[in-house]
């Protein structure tokens, strides 16, 4: 499955987060040269909900490492937050701790390559996971979790 590893940053904001009993989710980056953005999505470990004193934490953490970095710029934005509720699946783990909710999928099984579907189960050793999903329309599709170029909880605003 695709990631975010490459980023130089990411092994920085993993550790000071393994400090803190959090882990990374989701690390975007945006903004500019000058004003880079680092849009960080954590979970905790202990599986709880990610708490406004969790965000202002982790944030004051990372900046403290990050002012000192050779290399940041000056200014930077650094946004911390839970991973909200179209979080992406990253793992095997995470997809089995989500069987039986609906995930936006890009996969080359899938007709036209991407689809929402609904995680029916997930099969298989690590390394050598399958994941059987369904369709709006009924269909089922098995392929391996290493053919996931990206997955994501869908989310739907109840009417």
Excluded at 6 to 25: K, N, S
Excluded at 104 to 126: H, K, W
């Amino acid at each position: 499955m695709a990631g975010m590893a490459g980023d130089p940053l990411e092994p920085l904001i993993v550790t000071v987060l393994g400090e803190l009993e959090c882990e990374l989710v989701e690390l975007r980056r945006g903004g500019s040269r000058g004003r880079p953005v680092f849009e960080i999505r954590i979970e905790r470990l202990d599986r709880q909900k990610v708490t406004l004193e969790d965000c202002t934490r982790v944030s004051r953490a990372l900046e403290a490492r990050l002012d000192v970095l050779e290399g940041m710029p000056e200014q930077y934005v650094l946004e911390v937050s839970s991973p909200g509720a179209d979080r992406p699946l990253r793992n095997e783990q995470e997809w089995r701790r989500f069987v039986g909710r609906h995930a936006t999928v890009t996969c080359a099984v899938l007709p036209g390559g991407r689809q929402e579907v609904e995680i029916l189960a997930v099969d298989g050793e690590d390394g050598a996971a399958q994941a059987l999903v369904r369709d709006a329309k009924g269909t089922e599709y098995r392929f391996s979790l290493a053919a996931v170029t990206q997955a994501r909880l869908a989310f739907h605003w109840k009417r």
